[in-house]
């Protein structure tokens, strides 16, 4: 039967969306200097509630976590109540809302929390330096105890608790883009010997151990999760890799997870070791709900869901550019094309 992205999608009996579009997950650096999200960016999220699912800007667990300026966090009881305004704000208007839980790992920088170390898997720093702040340079991380992954394990679950109390629908955990799950899953940015490195199940075990922390603190049915196996972002590709994501994506098919997110800038780069696009390799490899997303429009994703490549289509920079762009879409109407200089402020 042919699907239409306007009907009714239940993910489990806890969650039933009123259409196959998300809001992808789309940092904007506009929380406050405590990093509690403003009334502005509750209006911002509020105009877009017509989207299925909104998945919120990527949100710091815990200080160290922070890789950008001004990015929100949810570890401090104002950042719980800033985000409550933006939950019932998305609630008042119908919508449902997912946390993304982040941290960035060796992509953190100690300038945003007045640290000195930056944490991650492996001492192998990130080239470069930070987007639109050039004079800082990315420093070579200190590579974390099993104390302080099994610690870590532990922030990511208080923060989905934290996200629950902020009244958020659910999670999604991103493991994906190149930060700190994310470096654990591939060779370039991974060379431990202990328990968390150097075959596909060790390289897999704090993603799953993350996954299953939250899962069991505020249920399967609100948790998902997003993953890059095709390394594009703050992480090389090495072919190794596709036997550590065959492992995960087992794995992943035995939980029963809201639904899991590609994360790719673009889905139609193919990657050698993947034998094509990521979006065809998950597929293949996961048989639950599958989030699309990467340069699609809405007739394009529509496409690709009839020919099953995915089951939910997530949307970025076109909503940036168009709070309405749900709307716009259902009745036609031309949309605003997105440019990078949208992203100077909310509308
Ligand atoms: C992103 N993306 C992103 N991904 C993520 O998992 N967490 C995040 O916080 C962000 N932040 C973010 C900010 C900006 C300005 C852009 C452009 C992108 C990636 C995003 O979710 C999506 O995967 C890409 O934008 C590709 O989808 P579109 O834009 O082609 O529909
Ligand atoms: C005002 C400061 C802005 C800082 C921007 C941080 C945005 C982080 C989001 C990452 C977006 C992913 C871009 C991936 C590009 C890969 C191209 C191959």
Redesign the pocket.
């Known amino acids: 039967m042919t699907k239409s992205l306007f009907e009714n999608v239940s993910l489990n009996s806890d969650i039933t969306l009123s259409n196959r579009i998300l809001m992808?997950?789309?940092?904007?650096c506009m929380a406050d200097d405590d990093l509690v999200p403003t009334q502005q960016m509750a209006d911002y999220y509020a105009k877009r509630a017509d989207a299925g699912l909104i998945?919120?800007?990527?949100t710091i667990i815990r200080a160290d976590g922070q890789g950008y300026p001004n990015?929100p966090g949810i570890f401090t009881a104002e950042q719980i109540q800033g985000w409550q305004r933006v939950t019932h704000a998305v609630h008042n208007k119908g919508g449902k809302i997912f946390l993304?839980l982040?941290h960035t790992g060796r992509v953190a920088h100690p300038h945003f929390y007045n640290g000195d170390t930056v944490l991650a898997p492996s001492a192998l720093k990130v080239e470069g330096t930070v987007p639109r702040m050039r004079e800082l340079e990315y420093i070579t991380p200190t590579p974390l105890s099993v104390c302080q992954i099994e610690q870590l394990v532990k922030d990511y679950a208080q923060a989905a608790s934290n996200a629950i109390d902020a009244g958020f629908d659910g999670v999604?955990i991103?493991g994906?883009?190149g930060?700190l799950i994310d470096q654990f899953l591939h060779y370039d940015s991974n060379h431990r010997d202990d328990e968390y490195g150097g075959n596909p199940e060790n390289m897999s075990r704090f993603a799953l151990s993350v996954l299953d922390a939250v899962s069991e603190r505020i249920g399967a049915n609100r948790t998902a999760l997003?993953i890059s196996p095709g390394a594009y972002f703050n992480v090389l590709p090495d072919a190794r890799d596709r036997k550590v994501f065959d492992y995960l994506l087992s794995e992943l098919s035995d939980r029963h997870l809201a639904y899991l997110?590609?994360?790719?800038?673009?889905?139609s780069l193919e990657f050698d070791y993947l034998d094509g696009r990521v979006s065809d390799y998950v597929r293949k490899n996961y048989p639950h709900t599958l989030v699309g997303?990467?340069?699609?429009s809405a007739d394009t994703g529509l496409a690709a869901i009839n020919q099953n490549r995915f089951d939910l289509l997530?949307?970025?920079?076109?909503?940036?550019a168009n709070p309405d762009y749900i709307s716009k879409v259902q009745q036609g109407d031309e949309l605003v094309s997105?440019n990078?200089d949208m992203?100077k402020e909310l509308i």
């Open positions: 992808a997950p789309l940092t904007r998945i919120s800007e990527a990015t993304q982040w999604e991103h994906a883009n930060y997003r997110h590609i994360g790719v800038f673009d889905d997303v990467g340069g699609f997530a949307i970025g920079r076109p909503f940036i997105y990078d992203l």
